[in-house]
């Protein structure tokens, strides 16, 4: 079945610094999106693209749809404690006529140190 | 609050026993899924409605697993006599199209 691999599978930095995390799948996507998830709650919605090539900005979130509609990465600039979390790259695929499902990859859990 | 709820938030059962859970989905969205999350892996999707249709269901809803949306509004996800393996934390997305936004999860435990 498709799968997503996500990388790094976990980061701990430094107040301040910049992260980045990507996702690389083996099928190709029509729309990638990015979730943060932090524990015991449900995804947050953070970016969604739909078209390859698409750099999108959400606050210090930035986070771009490959050309080749394989990969998605998500950079986090000058990272502050809230962004601790476990961050999830998902495709979606089409499954009925009109429906779709997520296709999510393993996760990137961040730690920042202050 | 108009984001997706889902309750009850944590349940804990014994293994044999019937369990239900309650989504709703944030109004007028007309697509609602259900997905389950197990410790260290992403949500992986269960099950679909376009208002009360269930279009598609994935190959890890076994037999035991029953979800309905009988108005187009609220849906029920059901186990019965649950296994310890059905231990997880499920989510219920909806979307009035392409993004889904998902609710707080239910986490069951099976002892």
């Known amino acids: 079945g498709q799968q997503l691999n996500q990388s790094p599978q976990s980061m701990f930095i430094q107040e301040g610094e910049d992260v980045s995390m990507n996702c690389t799948s083996s099928?190709?996507?029509?729309?990638w999106l990015w979730y943060k998830q932090d524990p015991g709650e449900g995804p947050v919605l953070l970016i969604a693209?739909?078209?390859?090539?698409e750099l999108t900005s959400n606050g210090r979130l930035t986070a771009q749809f490959g050309i080749t509609r394989k990969d998605s990465f998500l950079n986090i600039s000058a990272s502050i404690p809230s962004d601790v979390g476990i961050y999830f790259c998902?495709?979606?695929?089409?499954?009925?006529?009109?429906?779709?499902?997520?296709?999510f990859g393993k996760g990137t859990t961040l730690s920042v140190s202050s | 609050d108009t984001g997706v709820s889902q309750n009850p938030r944590h349940k804990i059962t014994k293994r044999g026993q019937n369990v239900t859970f309650r989504c709703d989905p944030i109004?007028?969205?007309?697509?609602l899924y259900w997905y389950r999350q197990t410790l260290g892996q992403g949500p992986e999707f269960l099950t679909y409605?376009?208002?009360?249709?269930?279009?598609?269901k994935s190959r890890l809803l076994s037999d035991r697993f029953s979800a309905e949306r009988p108005k187009g509004s609220f849906s029920t996800l059901e186990i019965q006599r649950t296994e310890q393996g059905d231990s997880a934390m499920y989510l219920c997305?909806?979307?009035?199209?392409?993004?889904?936004?998902f609710g707080p999860g239910t986490r069951l435990t099976v002892l």
């Open positions: 997305a909806s979307s009035p199209s392409g993004e889904q936004f």
């Open positions: 099928s190709i996507f029509n729309t």
């Open positions: 693209l739909y078209k390859a090539g």
């Open positions: 998902a495709g979606q695929r089409t499954i009925n006529q009109a429906g779709t499902a997520l296709i």
């Open positions: 109004s007028e969205h007309n697509r």
């Open positions: 409605f376009q208002n009360e249709a269930q279009l598609e």
